[in-house]
C-alpha cells in the first residue's frame, strides 16, 4: 500500500468512525465496524459484555462499542497494571480496564479520530472513572514512552489499519519485558484476491484489511513478540455475511461490485479471533 493509499484509507475510516460517535447520542443509528450497533445478528461477537459490566457504563458508551468481542475479559487484568487500548472508541473497554486494575494501576485508550476521542473523554466524566486518560493519535505511532505497558488489548482496529508491522512494533515498543498483548480482531484463512482488498467498504466493514492468519503469526514473531496464540471465536457464514452486506454504506462500494458473488468468496473465510502474544521477559 502507497502513503496516498494509506493516506486515503485513513481518512475515510476517520470520517466512518467520526459518524458513528457522532450517532452515539441517537443509539437507533449507531453504527461501525462490525455493523450496526443495535443490528439482530452478531456474527462478530459484540455482545461479549454481560450485564455486569453493562451496567457500569454510560449509555453512550455502550453504543458506541463497535468492536468484536470483549478483550477486558480475556485479557485476565490484574489489579495494579497498566492498560493501553489500541482505537479505544467510545472508550468501552477502557473504563472496563480501569475498574479491573484499581485505583493502583491506569488504562490509556489511543483513537485516531476527534469525535470518538471527545466521546470517550464524555463517558470518562459520566462513569466517574479516575484511573484512565485518552489519547489523540494513531496506532502505528503510540504517545507514550518504551516499556511503560504491562497490557495492550484491542477490539477490532488492528484490521483497520494500513501498516500492520508498525503498529505490531510499537506495540512491543511500549510494552514492558514479560508484558503481554491480547486483542480481538478478525483474522482469514486465506488471503483475499486484490479486487476484494480493493472495496474500501470492506476495509470499514473489518475484513479487507484483515490479516491471514499466518502472516498474523509471522508479522507478531518479526516484531519480537513470542507465545502467540490465535483463539478462533466465530467463523462467518453465507448468514453472517448476507446481513453485514445489508449494513455496508454503499457509497463506499464500488459501480459493478456483484454483492452475491463476493459472499461466496468470502463464506468461510473471515474470522473472528481472540490473539494472544508475549514480548519476552
Not at 95 to 113: F, N, W
Not at 210 to 226: H, M, N, S, Y
Not at 246 to 267: M, N, R
Request: with cysteine; hydrophobic share 40%.
Amino acid at each position: 500500500m502507497t502513503t496516498n493509499d494509506a493516506d486515503q484509507l485513513r481518512s475515510v475510516v476517520r470520517e466512518h468512525y467520526g459518524q458513528a460517535a457522532r450517532a452515539a447520542g441517537s443509539p437507533s443509528s449507531g453504527s461501525g465496524c462490525c455493523g450496526e450497533a443495535d443490528a439482530g445478528p452478531d456474527p462478530f461477537g459484540r455482545s461479549a459484555y454481560d450485564a455486569g459490566d453493562q451496567e457500569l457504563l454510560p449509555e453512550a458508551a455502550l453504543v458506541a462499542s463497535l468492536g468484536c468481542g470483549n478483550p477486558t475479559v480475556r485479557a485476565e487484568l490484574s489489579p495494579g497494571e497498566v492498560v493501553l487500548d489500541l482505537g479505544s472508541g467510545g472508550g468501552i473497554d477502557v473504563l472496563l480496564s480501569a475498574r479491573r486494575v484499581g485505583p493502583g494501576g491506569m488504562a490509556y485508550g489511543l483513537d485516531m479520530t476527534p469525535d470518538m476521542h471527545q466521546l470517550a473523554q464524555r463517558n470518562q466524566a459520566h462513569a466517574g472513572v479516575t484511573n484512565a486518560e485518552f489519547l489523540l493519535g494513531t496506532i502505528e505511532n503510540i504517545p507514550l514512552p518504551d516499556s511503560t505497558v504491562d497490557v495492550i488489548i484491542s477490539n477490532c482496529v488492528v484490521n483497520l489499519a494500513a501498516d500492520k508491522s508498525a503498529v505490531f512494533a510499537e506495540a512491543f515498543r511500549v510494552l514492558r519485558p514479560g508484558g503481554r498483548l491480547a486483542i480481538s480482531d478478525i483474522v482469514l484463512s486465506r488471503p483475499l484476491p486484490p479486487h476484494l482488498t480493493a472495496i474500501m467498504g470492506l476495509w470499514t466493514g473489518c475484513i479487507a484489511g484483515a490479516l491471514p492468519e499466518a502472516v498474523c503469526r509471522d508479522e507478531l514473531a518479526a516484531a519480537g513478540f513470542r507465545d502467540v496464540d490465535i483463539e478462533r471465536s466465530n467463523v462467518l457464514g453465507r448468514t453472517d455475511l448476507e446481513s453485514m452486506a445489508s449494513q455496508l454504506d454503499p457509497a463506499l462500494i464500488p459501480a459493478g461490485i456483484d454483492v452475491t458473488s463476493t459472499i461466496d468468496e468470502l463464506d468461510g473465510v473471515v474470522i473472528s479471533a481472540f490473539i494472544r502474544a508475549r514480548k519476552p521477559a
